[in-house]
C-alpha cells in the first residue's frame, strides 16, 4: 500500500533558479496538500486541491510559486525565481473525500536555496 | 496571525510518566480537532481526533482532552515509551465556503527519557 510519494527528497539549487517539488497522492484519494514547514510558522497550507481542481490557494506566499494538479495522481509546485528565505521543508499530502479521515502525509522534500 | 498554538516548543519527561500537550485555538469555527505525530526526515503521521461535540476521545495510551469553552486541547500519553520522542503537531479543521480547511500548530518537541 504506497503512501504519498514525493521527489526529489533533497534539493540543493542556488537562488534564481527554478525549482519543481512533486507529488504522487495515494490512489483513490481525491484531494490533495501542499505545506511548507518553518521553524517559525510550522506547518502552513499553501494550496489545497480537490479533484484536481484548486480550492484554495491563499496559502501560496507571492507569484513566484504556482502549483499545478493536471490529473488524478500527480502535482507539482513550482518556484521561479527561487530564493534564500524560500529554503523549508515541503510536505504533500492527500485525503480521501470530505470524510472525517485524516490526510496522509508524504516524506517531504528538503529544499535548500543557497 | 497563529490560530492554533502550542506554546511550548518542547517537552521533555521520564519514561513511564505522563506526558501532556497542549494546543490553543482561537477561531470558534473549528469542528474538528487532530493530533499529528513526526519523526526526523519523516511526514506526520495521524495520531488521534476529536470531534468538537465531545470532550474525550481515548485510542491506547493516548488520550486528547478538549475544553471548548477555553478553546483548548491536550494529548495526554501515559505511560510515556521513548519511540514517542517526536514532534506533535496540534491540527484544527474548519468547514470554509464549502470545503474544509485544516490549520496546523507550530509543534511541539517531545523527549522521552529512558
Not at chain 1, 502549483?67 to 510536505?91: C, G, H, W
Not at chain 2, 487532530?34 to 481515548?58: H, Q, R
Not at chain 2, 471548548?68 to 470554509?96: M, T
Request: aromatic share 10%.
Amino acid at each position: 500500500d504506497a503512501g504519498v510519494i514525493q521527489s526529489p527528497r533533497h534539493e540543493v539549487t542556488e537562488m534564481g533558479q527554478e525549482v519543481t517539488l512533486r507529488c504522487k497522492p495515494i490512489s483513490g484519494h481525491n484531494s490533495l496538500f501542499w505545506y511548507r514547514q518553518t521553524m517559525m510558522r510550522g506547518l502552513e497550507l499553501l494550496i489545497y486541491f480537490n479533484n484536481n481542481v484548486p480550492i484554495d490557494d491563499s496559502g501560496m506566499p507571492e507569484d513566484r510559486f504556482s502549483a499545478k494538479m493536471p490529473n488524478a495522481s500527480f502535482s507539482t509546485l513550482k518556484i521561479q525565481p527561487s530564493e534564500p528565505r524560500d529554503s523549508a521543508v515541503y510536505f504533500c499530502a492527500s485525503r480521501a473525500g470530505y470524510s472525517n479521515q485524516p490526510q496522509h502525509f508524504g516524506d517531504g522534500t528538503r529544499l535548500s536555496i543557497l | 496571525d497563529q490560530q492554533v498554538k502550542q506554546n511550548s516548543p518542547s517537552l521533555s519527561v521520564q519514561e513511564g510518566r505522563i506526558s501532556i500537550l497542549n494546543c490553543d485555538y482561537t477561531n470558534s469555527m473549528f469542528d474538528y480537532f487532530l493530533w499529528y505525530k513526526k519523526y526526523p526526515a519523516e511526514g506526520p503521521t495521524f495520531l488521534i481526533s476529536i470531534s468538537s461535540i465531545k470532550d474525550k476521545n481515548e485510542d491506547g495510551r493516548f488520550t486528547v482532552f478538549l475544553n471548548k469553552s477555553a478553546k483548548h486541547l491536550s494529548l495526554h500519553i501515559v505511560p510515556s515509551q521513548p519511540g514517542d520522542s517526536a514532534v506533535y503537531f496540534c491540527a484544527a479543521r474548519e468547514n470554509s465556503g464549502g470545503y474544509q480547511k485544516v490549520t496546523f500548530g507550530t509543534g511541539t518537541k517531545l523527549q522521552v527519557i529512558p
